[in-house]
């Protein structure tokens, strides 16, 4: 077999047993921490879109995860739209909001990036605690609807109550398509050329690249993944404050994609789950947590830039190395 | 009228205050290239740190202040060594991520050891005067003094000592400070320790005029980074200048718009300048 048909058949062969999950966990909030881990791969991979494959530290992420959230909730609790349509327009509506916000703060590079879309995600936040008149404030929105459900082939597919195994399946398929569409986008003639901005944008603006257009594609799409996300969660938390859309969440992201590996289609896979995980183990030393976070980051920086996948990836291949030499 | 010179007034404090945030993180991204994040949490220690020395001691408010900045210069020396070290030949954005996780040891430490109440650092300056109908506090009037003398007395520093001229070679040109025989990595703990010290006193002046509480940290080193941006990476004057305007510009927007849209409103004035001058107001093309 071919190297990436053997990617894509492991891949499929890890998404196929994923779906027998629910059978498999029994305790409901291990499964509710799952969800939730689905839903932060979906996020970090937009992450890892522009932070990982071109370079850019962006820092609202979880400001787009907001604006996803909050209006997939306003248009079917005000407009009464349909959950299914609202998912499928949050992409785009985030998207369209990442064009204005990106197309002035990719004119800047480096730190300057960094700060700028950190500066956008306060403004989102503040906006969202502020306008209270529609998004509630911070008391929130409360009763947000799962989508609706439906039946396929006489079984009854409904999405209701806390854990829900349809609504663990829905995630997933979004979590494996996200993964399978960033493997996509860094395998084709557009991911050789963030790549190479990464390395070096000057060199690629010399060769001829509007590296700027590749840029504010990657931001983009970045966005619509955070604002799918972002709806996601909302209609399965089923309420709704600024609270988790600020920059801490943000930072929360940028963490998820350097543990796992930033560049890699399966480090944010890995980050999401131990951003998520993480912080539930460490709720025993309850007080001492935030520093506790704080000093991971720190180490797994100094100790572990390039991230837990490509170092077991690495080592694997070491001792791989080893037992075939012996022989 | 008066309206406009009162909160012209009351921005000017509340500027000089982000004038000294945005000192300390201007040297270090001049000299060292770190986008040191983790500043505002340092300030809000400074701050804690000078109000738990003022009611255990019972100092007055400066000598408090000054013994902060001596603990505030101990911790930058810390963080140089442990955590910004070990990653300098890394590229930036390794230091920046160091610089978050920094941020949240610090706030998390500041929680653990000051508790997560509000404090208001009690200060004896609490007359007011009034000059051309203008109402001019006694506290406000200090806390700009004091940062005219902090200034004065790091430009002084950076301009006319031996340090400082090693200080500004490295800023200048890192390889060839080296081969002058410029001591590089004490250069930078010399930065870090400055550097932290003024973040110090802004924190402590922010609880004399404001209060400290979590989180009010980043906000600030956000608020510092839109100052350097303003007025140009690396730029003492531009940090200067910068300050003041954000200071003036905020307390205009709460005067006149929404005190509660004040910070977006600072956000907005620092994404136009990128658009039309991404180099900050002073900074060099």
Not at chain 1, 290 to 296: A, D, K, M, N, R
Request: proline share 3%; hydrophobic share 55%; charged share 10%.
């Amino acid at each position: 077999m071919s190297h990436p048909a053997k990617k894509l058949f492991i891949g499929f062969a890890i998404v196929a047993s994923a779906c027998f999950m629910p059978n498999l966990v029994t305790v409901p909030y291990f499964m509710h921490l799952i969800i939730l881990a689905l839903i932060w791969v979906i996020l970090s991979q937009g992450q890892n879109l522009i932070q990982g494959f071109v370079g850019y530290v962006s820092i609202t992420q979880a400001g787009f995860m907001g604006i996803g959230a909050y209006f997939s909730t306003l248009l079917t609790l005000k407009l009464g739209f349909s959950v299914w349509l609202t998912l499928a327009m949050t992409p785009l509506i985030t998207g369209l909001f990442s064009v204005i916000v990106g197309y002035p703060s990719l004119r800047v590079k480096g730190h300057y990036f960094a700060i700028v879309t950190l500066a956008y995600n306060m403004v989102i936040f503040t906006i969202l605690l502020t306008y209270s008149s529609l998004t509630g404030g911070e008391a929130g929105i409360s009763n947000i609807a799962r989508p609706s459900g439906f039946s396929l082939f006489g079984y009854v597919v409904d999405f209701e109550g806390r854990s829900n195994a349809n609504y663990y399946l829905l995630v997933l398929f979004l979590a494996a398509m996200t993964t399978g569409l960033c493997g996509l986008i860094l395998h084709s003639r557009v991911g050789r050329v963030l790549l190479a901005i990464r390395q070096n944008e000057v060199l690629a603006d010399a060769m001829g690249i509007k590296s700027w257009r590749y840029k504010l594609f990657t931001f983009v799409i970045s966005a619509s993944l955070a604002g799918l996300a972002g709806a996601l969660y909302a209609h399965y938390i089923g309420f709704l404050n600024p609270e988790p859309f600020g920059v801490d969440q943000s930072l929360n992201a940028i963490l998820a994609v350097i543990l796992g590996g930033s560049g890699t289609l399966t480090g944010p896979v890995v980050g999401a789950f131990a951003v998520t995980f993480l912080p539930e183990y460490l709720r025993i030393a309850d007080s001492y947590r935030l520093v506790t976070y704080g000093f991971i980051l720190v180490i797994a920086t100094i100790f572990l830039p390039r991230g837990l996948v490509p170092v077991t990836r690495d080592l694997f291949l070491y001792i791989k190395s080893l037992v075939l030499n012996q022989k | 009228m008066i309206e406009i010179f009162q909160q012209a007034l009351n921005g000017l404090a509340i500027g000089a205050v982000y004038v000294l945030i945005a000192l300390g993180l201007t040297v270090v991204f001049g000299i060292l290239g770190i986008a040191h994040f983790a500043h505002g949490s340092v300030a809000m220690f400074g701050g804690y740190l000078t109000f738990f020395v003022m009611e255990k001691f019972g100092v007055p408010f400066f000598l408090a202040m000054g013994l902060a900045m001596l603990g505030g210069a101990a911790l930058g020396f810390v963080i140089e060594r442990l955590a910004y070290r070990p990653v300098q030949d890394a590229p930036h954005i390794n230091a920046f991520i160091i610089a978050l996780g920094l941020t949240m040891m610090i706030e998390g430490i500041n929680l653990l050891v000051f508790g997560a109440d509000q404090v208001v650092i009690q200060t004896p300056y609490r007359g007011v005067f009034y000059v051309a109908g203008i109402a001019v506090a006694e506290l406000r009037l200090i806390v700009i003094l004091t940062a005219c003398v902090l200034v004065g007395v790091i430009t002084m520093l950076i301009a006319k000592t031996k340090t400082g001229k090693s200080i500004r070679a490295v800023a200048q040109n890192r390889q060839a400070a080296v081969l002058m025989g410029v001591n590089v990595s004490m250069v930078s703990l010399v930065v870090f320790a400055i550097s932290s010290a003024l973040g110090v006193a802004a924190g402590a002046l922010i609880g004399a005029l404001l209060a400290i509480a979590p989180g009010v940290g980043e906000g600030l080193a956000v608020k510092g980074f839109a100052v350097l941006i303003l007025g140009g990476l690396g730029s003492i004057p531009g940090a200067i200048v910068g300050g003041l305007i954000l200071g003036v510009s905020e307390a205009m927007a709460a005067g006149f718009i929404s005190s509660s849209y004040k910070d977006v409103i600072a956000f907005l004035v620092m994404i136009v300048v990128l658009l039309f001058r991404p180099e900050g107001l002073l900074g060099k093309r």
